[in-house]
């Protein structure tokens, strides 16, 4: 009986792969990156697999990738000796896309090529990218412990099916071979190759190899012998001196861990020593993913110990509030067989995390310093998360206090720009309050009537909109001695900016209305608490007020919105 079987893609693929194939076009060497990067992880995986069962090692225990090629089929094949797939690793991994958020990337593509070019940049095109340059693209694995016969072929031309068939491999891994395209023949070309290949995988940290190359004095051209010759560096990037590591292999480091397709911010580079021997090497992205909001998304840092890859998207390593940052850790302490279970006591990872946490933070004041306008694009994307930690760190909430950002009534733009410092230093003569208002909108905190007073006074006002900052402000309630204020709750006291003559006016104002007052409370004695008389309105005639120590209607609605 024949096991061979012809599959289709899961609809997201086939969207990805005609998407990519158009709007990559200008960029195809980037499938030798995906490809390599994917053989690391392969080797990765096995090699800390091996931790627990060496027997799958075997007799191949040098782990590495070969890249070759063939002039005459106009073929590259990627190989390595990593994990390997079984029959249903194959058809779960290159038949559909299981990555978190996958959802909402093709919710938001647009059609417009251009714009859905830069969306798929930040969502990480993958195996797929293979189907750039090939019009064939040739699948052989076998998964790590797995009999010779128990090997898989995948073929697939990209055009919506694969075929996949048992068969028989000599040795672990997987290899890759790509049928090139027009657009592909150009990587027909051994130094061409070595150039790409330095530049993509020289972070890595497994040896690279490529056939040894030599010039061939009477045919006149390079002739290929039988060796290997080594391509890359091969040592951990993370492990190397900061001054013998370039801004390029950074760069291409972090694509290699975080599958974004664009430079990265920032980043930090640091090895830490003392009770805990660590180090760190973590970025900002530029761009937030899809899912940074997802309960279940993925966070970014994985965790080495002692160079041997443990788990991607060690959870226990930062605090969820920096769940943006990606990037390694790699322990000097933690033993080798390591549990998620055993992270969440370790004292070890205790530290780290408290260590990692000022590192960012650093890492974004010193951003914030010194670049400004990247700071700023910082904010837009991630700031929203940045004040989770208000509640959730507060060990260092001074510190995130600083690097918040607001609307305010001092410039009335909706970007956030203003930091607490800048309010600060712009403070009334008397004021010792920071006064802000929370509205579901910019345009309603901008047009809310309890501005009216501080407007005429020319109190700033800082205009909050964002989902998190009612329950962010209820962890924060001072700033370097001077308290935050709600300007629509109850009990705000603005007699320090009034003269005798306004004191004098609101005394015989409040007389004469007294009556009125008296009758509003009779007729609304059973929908509001108290009626009184304000000094916070200039053009409104009224406005509602939440008690001091209530909850704002806004939190209200949304808690009733989350059911509770
Ligand atoms: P990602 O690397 O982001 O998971 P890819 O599209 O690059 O996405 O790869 C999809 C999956 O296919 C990988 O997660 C892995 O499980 C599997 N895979 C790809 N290449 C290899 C390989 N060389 N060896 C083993 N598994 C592989
Ligand atoms: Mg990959």
Wanted: net charge negative.
């Amino acid at each position: 009986m024949s096991t061979a079987q012809t599959m289709g893609f899961q609809t997201e693929v086939k969207q990805l792969l005609q998407l990519m194939i158009h709007s990559l076009y200008s960029n195809k060497e980037i499938f030798l990156r995906e490809l390599i990067s994917n053989a690391s992880d392969a080797c990765d995986k096995l090699r800390f697999e091996s931790l627990q069962y060496p027997e799958l090692l075997a007799e191949d225990t040098e782990l590495r990738i070969r890249v070759s090629y063939d002039e005459a089929n106009k073929t590259i094949t990627i190989e390595d000796n990593g994990i390997g797939m079984s029959r249903e690793d194959v058809i779960a991994h290159l038949g559909t896309i299981a990555r978190s958020g996958t959802k909402e990337f093709f919710a938001s593509l647009t059609g417009d090529q251009q714009k859905d070019a830069q969306l798929i940049g930040q969502f990480g095109v993958g195996f797929y990218s293979a189907f750039i340059v090939a019009k064939q693209v040739q699948v052989l694995t076998r998964k790590a412990g797995l009999a010779a016969n128990e090997a898989v072929k995948w073929v697939s031309e990209g055009q919506g099916e694969y075929t996949i068939d048992t068969v028989t491999k000599e040795s672990r891994g997987t290899s890759i071979t790509l049928f090139l395209n027009e657009d592909g023949e150009e990587f027909l070309n051994g130094w061409k190759l070595k150039e790409i290949l330095r530049r993509y995988s020289d972070h890595i940290s497994l040896p690279v190899q490529m056939p040894k190359e030599e010039y061939d004095q009477e045919a006149q051209t390079m002739k290929k012998s039988n060796e290997w010759e080594l391509v890359n560096q091969a040592n951990a990037l993370w492990t190397r001196n900061k001054s013998d590591i370039s801004e390029e292999q950074y760069k291409e480091f972090y694509k290699h861990i975080s599958h974004d397709f664009n430079d990265p911010l920032t980043w930090t580079h640091n090895r830490v020593e003392g009770r805990s021997e660590y180090t760190q090497l973590l970025y900002i992205p530029k761009n937030a993913p899809f899912d940074l909001y997802d309960r279940d998304a993925k966070h970014g840092v994985k965790l080495y110990v002692k160079r041997v890859f443990i788990m991607d998207d060690a959870e226990q390593l930062l605090p969820n509030y920096l769940r943006f940052v990606r990037g390694i850790i790699d322990s000097a302490d933690l033993p080798l067989n390591v549990s998620r279970e055993i992270l969440q006591e370790s004292r070890d990872v205790k530290t780290i995390r408290e260590g990692s946490a000022k590192r960012v933070l650093s890492m974004l004041e010193d951003l914030a310093e010194n670049r400004p306008a990247d700071y700023a694009s910082f904010w837009a994307e991630f700031g929203q998360v940045l004040k989770e930690g208000l509640g959730e760190d507060q060990s260092n909430q001074e510190r995130i206090a600083k690097l918040l950002r607001f609307a305010s009534t001092h410039d009335e733009q909706a970007t956030q720009t203003v930091s607490l410092a800048d309010y600060v230093s712009r403070m009334k003569e008397g004021q010792d309050k920071i006064y802000y208002i929370v509205a579901e909108s910019f345009a309603n905190a901008k047009s809310s009537p309890h501005l009216e007073i501080f407007r005429k006074k020319g109190i700033e006002v800082l205009l909050l909109s964002d989902r998190v900052d009612e329950w962010a402000l209820n962890f924060f309630k001072t700033f370097e001695g001077k308290s935050l204020v709600s300007i629509s709750k109850g009990g705000l006291d603005l007699a320090a900016f009034e003269d005798e003559e306004e004191k004098k006016h609101q005394e015989e104002v409040a007389e004469n209305v007294k009556p009125l007052v008296e009758r509003l409370q009779t007729v609304l004695k059973d929908r509001v608490k108290t009626v009184e008389i304000t000094n916070r309105l200039v053009d409104s005639p009224a406005c509602v007020v939440v008690g001091q120590h209530e909850l704002s209607p806004h939190l209200l609605r949304m808690l009733k919105s989350a059911g509770q």
